[in-house]
């Protein structure tokens, strides 16, 4: 019996920043002080810095899904046309809450592991100038795969629509630039690059969303964005908020400024540049056709189910990694670069990797992984 430390080691919830957990100790705190709004106001502020954007940042408390949900039912009416790029299981969460709530949703799928194409949407708009939103994933975290926000989000620009971005992983694992690349509604969740629990979810809302916030009728209450902005003025939450996390968030994104969000982007674009180079080297192949910074999906070598993998992990070194979700489920294993995540963790997890292969009958020479890993830090010139 040897000493196994638990690892944290998904795409969601990821590994906690040390200091801003200890910042959730002091939640003895009531909401509706000058003590907890200067908190607030400090936390929504440097939230907007590290989104980038001159856009109002808000914060709700609910998981990312809540934020998705209010997104739709503040933005649109009934009937609304709507552009849905779905490419894995998050896109059809977006499929899924725009026919909740009654929105004509046109959806452009991809197979998992593909990503739907700026030249897609193009043409549905063209199909269709009465659109009145495209909604996506910036990073579609169930298979790894990165869309190009950038080209898409200058095709919406240009018509009436307002796009819709679920950044709850894109944000801190790939350039977002909201204002030059017209990107009106950008979703995050504590839970992913902000390093703290799960429960609390931020939007960027643009000028043009709150245009449209003016004619949109769809009935909801508890998720109320132009209440939400009118209390964040004044420092305030429109319900009780939950206090420690907004304790851990203020924490949490002292340190995000102090490493600067580039860096952040960069740190998690070098690790999962190591582990699709560690993949090659032990002969796996990649899920997604094409990768993003937040997590690598990779395949089990033939004839293996990724379970055995994951329970492999949990099983030999305490490490909490997550095989693929609905059809995807034994197919994949998905190794996640977002927060709070560093070049020891990935030495680690490949080294376990190899070992978890060898003990399940792949052959790979002990350290081969590895040494991708060590090559890409090394070039990264950080020894
Ligand atoms: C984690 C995640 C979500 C939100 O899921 P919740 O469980 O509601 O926090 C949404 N989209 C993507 C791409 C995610 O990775």
Redesign the pocket.
């Known amino acids: 019996m040897y000493i196994r430390k638990q690892r944290l080691l998904t ?2 919830p990821t590994p906690l920043y040390p200091p801003a957990l200890h910042a959730m100790m002091a939640s003895d705190v009531h909401h509706r002080t000058e003590e907890f709004r200067s908190i607030y106001r400090a936390a929504l502020a440097d939230l907007r810095e590290v989104f980038g954007t001159l856009n109002d940042v808000l914060c709700i408390s ?5 934020a ?1 949900d209010a997104a739709v039912s503040n933005l649109f009416s009934r009937g609304d046309k709507v552009i849905v790029c779905s490419a ?1 299981k ?1 896109g059809e ?1 977006w499929v899924e809450i725009t026919r909740a709530y009654g929105l004509d949703a046109t959806v452009l799928d991809a197979p998992y592991g593909d990503v739907v194409t700026p030249d897609r949407v193009e043409a549905a708009l063209k199909a269709e100038p009465g659109t009145r939103g495209v909604l996506i ?6 298979t790894g795969a990165e869309h190009d926000v950038e080209s898409i989000g200058k095709l919406v620009q240009k018509t009436d629509a307002i796009f819709v971005v ?5 944000l801190g694992t790939m350039p977002l630039s909201i204002q030059d690349w017209g990107l009106d509604l950008v ?1 995050g ?1 504590s ?2 690059a902000f390093m703290i629990p ?1 429960g609390l ?1 931020f939007l960027s809302v643009s000028e043009k969303a709150w245009k449209h916030r003016e004619t949109a009728d769809l009935p909801h209450y508890y998720f109320d964005l132009k209440k939400e902005k009118k209390n964040a003025d004044q420092g305030e939450s429109t319900w009780t908020p939950a206090t420690s996390l907004i304790l851990a968030l203020a924490e949490a994104l002292k340190y995000v400024k102090r490493i600067g969000m580039a860096n952040l982007i960069e740190n998690a674009r070098m690790l999962a540049t190591a582990t699709r180079d560690a993949a090659g080297a032990l002969d796996l192949q990649l899920f997604a056709s094409r990768p993003g910074s ?1 997590v690598t999906a990779i395949k089990p070598p033939a004839g293996m189910d990724s379970s055995v993998i994951v329970k492999g992990f949990k099983q030999n070194f305490g490490a909490i990694i997550t095989g693929g979700q609905g059809s995807m489920k034994n197919e994949i294993f998905r190794l996640a670069h977002l927060g709070y995540f560093d070049i020891s963790d990935m030495f680690s997890v490949i080294a376990g990797l190899e070992l978890i292969l060898r003990a399940n009958g792949h052959r790979v020479e002990l350290g081969k992984g590895v040494a991708a890993v060590q090559r890409v830090w090394e070039t990264s010139n950080q020894v």
């Open positions: 795409p969601g609910a998981s990312g899904t809540g998705m894995g998050f969460r994933q910036g990073s579609e975290s169930s679920d950044a709850i992983t894109g979703i969740g839970q992913k799960p979810a937040s």
